[in-house]
């Protein structure tokens, strides 16, 4: 069992940029993909990036290749999406993910282990 808890959302403005994190608990962690994906009102949830077990391998969204990075540290059990060039589209709550077998998914019925969520505010 994972447990998440992301952090780092809040307000800023176009152009800005702000670096979520996502801290796990639970010793299977290092054996997880993880994601990162995001929920605008009105909207479904969608895709923004993923990471394999070992941080070798990443993939990003379309819409945010670029701008956004994701990456993590399994000695500290975390990881980290940076988020550069923020645009007023890029608001939207934003989830961390986890699924057990280390390979890159971008479905969301793929993971597991969801985060609460936080929010992230971009204006213009």
């Known amino acids: 069992q994972v447990q998440l808890v992301e952090s780092g959302g809040g307000l800023v403005q176009a152009g800005g940029s702000l670096r979520l994190s996502c801290a796990a608990s639970g010793r299977t962690f290092s054996a997880c993909a993880m994601g990162w994906f995001r929920q605008a009102p009105g909207k479904e949830r969608e895709f923004v990036a993923a990471?394999?077990?070992?941080?070798?391998?990443?993939l990003h969204a379309r819409s945010v290749k670029g701008r956004f990075t994701i990456s993590r540290d399994n000695a500290k059990n975390t990881v980290y999406l940076q988020m550069n060039s923020l645009k007023p589209e890029d608001t939207a709550v934003y989830y961390c993910a986890g699924r057990p077998g280390g390979a890159i998914q971008t479905d969301t019925y793929d993971y597991v282990y969801w985060g609460q969520g936080t929010q992230v505010t971009v204006s213009s």
């Open positions: 990471i394999n077990w070992s941080g070798g391998s990443t």
